[in-house]
């Protein structure tokens, strides 16, 4: 069983959970998720709660394939007031902070976030691994090759499941070496990779199982799925619904996602199999 301390508040995994993505920012590369005022975000926020998401996952910076860093300082201006007002509106609000920056990530912490999200694998900001684990909260640990501006050029692997498995277990190491016990694993989609790149690591995601950490999958509405369908990212939910059902049916633990109520369904409907298949192997 996979299990996450968020400052003391220990969530067991026994079945998937869903993290609702909320964005504070102006480019971001689904539209539905951008939040520009506070009253458009709780009422997101709300929503997402109450079609069950388990965590928010907050973001000041689009890390879309070609977008352009920002500084911590405007991330900040952006993200902070976000979480004062969620936590404000829903105080028992499970709130992920999207960011590379150790400042952001010390800030929002210690505004009431109880996740640090990283997108580098710490490679971005040397400071920013200490920073989570004198913390003391989990940390989802992202494979990606390259970086946002360039990622998407020509990423490249021999076998893209056993590299970004072998990468991902070394970075796993130093993470534990810094002090930081509680990670979570994702194997970054759409993060230097292309379409069948991210197939194959959906078709063989149980292979991160042996990593000993529970699995995220941010597959929601991504190029893979709607070039692949020849739609857009507005279009593209039914299609992300039916690899998220492919990446729960592989063993996900989490799914970071747009869409909250379909995402939801699906874990329910994938439960509802595993069980039956439980229940008759007893027989």
């Known amino acids: 069983m996979r299990s996450v301390n968020c ?15 909320i964005n504070v920012t102006p480019d971001s590369f689904y539209t539905g998720s951008r939040q520009q005022d506070e009253d458009s975000l709780l009422q997101v926020a709300g929503r997402m709660l109450e079609e069950g998401a388990t965590f928010l996952d907050l973001g000041g910076q689009s890390t879309r394939p070609g977008s352009e860093r920002i500084s911590a300082e405007e991330e900040i201006n952006r993200v902070l007031p976000a979480i004062e007002a969620i936590l404000r509106h829903f105080p028992e609000a499970l709130v992920s902070v999207d960011t590379y920056y150790a400042r952001v990530a010390k800030a929002a912490v210690l505004t009431g976030a109880y996740m640090v999200n990283d997108i580098s694998a710490g490679t971005l900001d040397e400071d920013l691994l200490p920073t989570v684990a004198a913390l003391g909260v989990p940390y989802v640990l992202m494979h990606m090759q390259g970086n ?30 810094m002090g930081i016990n509680d990670v979570i694993i994702d194997p ?60 729960l049916m592989n063993g996900a633990h989490i799914l970071r996602v747009h869409d909250v109520r379909e995402a939801m369904e699906a874990v329910k409907l994938v439960n509802a199999i595993k069980n039956e298949r439980a229940a008759f192997q007893l027989l």
């Open 188 to 247: 970054g989609f759409g993060f230097g990779k292309t379409a069948a790149h991210n197939f194959q690591l959906i078709d063989r995601l149980n292979w991160f199982s042996q990593l000993g950490h529970p699995i995220m999958v941010g597959l929601s509405r991504k190029a893979t799925v709607y070039k692949t369908l020849g739609t857009t990212a507005e279009q593209a939910l039914n299609g992300s619904t039916v690899l998220h059902t492919v990446a």
């Open 7 to 21: 400052k003391g508040r220990l969530l067991l995994l026994q079945e998937p959970v869903v993290m609702g993505i």
């Open 148 to 177: 946002p501006a360039d990622m998407q050029a020509a990423p490249h692997y021999r076998d893209p499941v056993l590299d970004i498995f072998d990468e991902l277990n070394t970075r796993l190491s130093r993470v534990k070496e």
